[in-house]
């Protein structure tokens, strides 16, 4: 349910308007516009009438949302969300460029591959801090030294990090290391998780499960926004289907369909969709050309030696040319 109120509304309006549902016993979350305020009820609220509500001074509306999720939806915020990170805008005029490798695997690598993308335009550092891949007989294990290796990257270049954090109790440690906290797609529904990161004050990069709905994917971005953090980034980087080919295929229509659906900021991560690098560049353009607001690329100097992911990895002079190649794209954005 949401109460929209007229722009003019004063702030003793919409006060009055917020106790009383709280005396109902329903939470609230205000989003201010300059036409309208929209006041959301937070969380499961039966079918109570709201209807007395109208007579409160600056109601215009009462509108039940009957979608799963309401926070995340853009009939609850018709502003497109920014997120601003130190100088770092995302959901802005610029498309933003997160580029690394799929793991970080010593000093030299995170160092090199940080000045790198740098020098090339990139605004974000990758890398995730786990030492194997999931499998059942060798559980990923976070690795500290990576984190600090990725932090210290990022510092050195100015480049801000984004890393993945795959249960809640590695919450703490990681967020001494990252900027921007990576749920990874095997995760969009650890609920618990996400649970966690709401209560968190750093954005969180949530990326699509491979099976994954876009209303599910965004029921996920509910739980994070419901504890009270605002700052999340949807993610879409590609679905299981019947195409072997490609590792994934990318479903480019998630990026206008979540920002018809949504106000977040909206990212694509080509490396993982395709699984082959040579389909990085094409796909890259394809996803800034339907409307994405970044994306995610895993890059190398040695993408044949890279102890996860070479397939899909670009070697620095590949995306260089990728830069070149967007450049024109992602200034004629907006
Ligand atoms: C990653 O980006 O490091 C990753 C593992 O991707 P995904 O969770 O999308 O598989
Ligand atoms: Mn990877």
Sequence with gaps: MIIVMNGKASEDDVEKVIQKLNKMGHKTHISRGEERI??????EIGNPSLVPLYAFEGVEKIIPILKPYKLVSREFKSKDTVIKIKEVIIGGKEAVI??????IESKKQIFDIALQVKSLG????RGSAFKSPASPYKLPELDEKKLK??????DKTGLLVVTEVMSADQIDLVDKYTDIFQVGAKNMQNFVLLKELGRIKKPVLLKRGISATLEE????????FSQG???????????RTFENYTLNTLDLSAVPALKILSHLPVIVDPSHATGRWKLVIPMSK??????????IIEVHTDPANSLSDGTQTLKIDTFTQLMKELKPLIQLRN
Excluded: M, T
């Design 122 to 125: 990139a605004k974000i550092l």
């Design 286 to 295: 394809a996803a800034i050309a339907a409307g994405a607001d970044g994306l």
């Design 98 to 103: 997160i580029a690394g490798p799929s793991i």
């Design 38 to 43: 929209v006041i959301g009820i937070i969380g």
């Design 149 to 154: 290796l990725l932090a210290q990257a990022g």
């Design 229 to 239: 953090n605002h700052q999340v980034i949807l993610c879409e980087r590609g679905i």
């Design 217 to 224: 994917l965004l029921i996920s971005a509910e739980y994070i």
